[in-house]
């Protein structure tokens, strides 16, 4: 499978939610895609099914793909610690995830191209590897010669979001992944002991 480019409404109406941020087509439709999606008659999920669809929610939101998702697990299942928490905190250490809650893109598929297209740099160094994994203390940030584009700049106009584990300096267009954050402090609604019972099994 691909990285998935199709609309990014069809898939938040299939999980109930604006996975993707702000949808106002998903607030019109609510309701699942499909020609009985409106209907009532639905029948009960299964508990494999719950699972799967919690597993495909988290690779939605977090633009991962099924191959890295399952190494990420697998990390995630030989660390110490909660392995469901574990799991997401990899995700939000991601590089790309990271340019996204400083705001310098205004989603995550945008943080992916502009880290892909060299444009942001960890400790002074140029990384182009989206899936590249932050430690605390690493310092991100734009080039120098990309500081004056346009959707950068609009992008961190319009973002208002502040995090715990992150510090941003506006002026220098660099922030500080200052810790790992713990499972409270990320936002997601991600259910992820359904996806370690998934992968459990």
Known sequence: MARYTGPKT???RKF???????????????????????SRRRGKKSEYAIQLMEKQKAKYTYGILERQ?????KKANSSKGVTGEVLLQLCES??????????????????RQLVSHRHVTVNGEIVNISSYQ?????V????EKSKSLEAIENSLAANSSVYEWIT?????????????????????NIKEQLIVELYSK
């Open 10 to 12: 069809k898939i938040a």
């Open 16 to 38: 109930g939610e604006a996975i993707f941020g702000d949808d106002k087509s998903f607030e019109k439709r609510n309701y699942p895609p499909g020609q009985h999606g409106n």
């Open 69 to 73: 998702f399952r190494n990420i697990y």
């Open 94 to 111: 991601r590089l790309d995830n990271v340019v996204y809650r400083m705001g310098i893109a205004p989603s995550r598929r945008a943080a």
């Open 134 to 138: 932050l430690k605390a203390g690493d």
């Open 140 to 143: 991100v940030g734009v080039r």
């Open 168 to 188: 941003w300096n506006n002026e220098k267009k660099e922030g500080t992944f200052v810790a790992v954050p713990e499972r409270i402090q990320i936002p997601e």
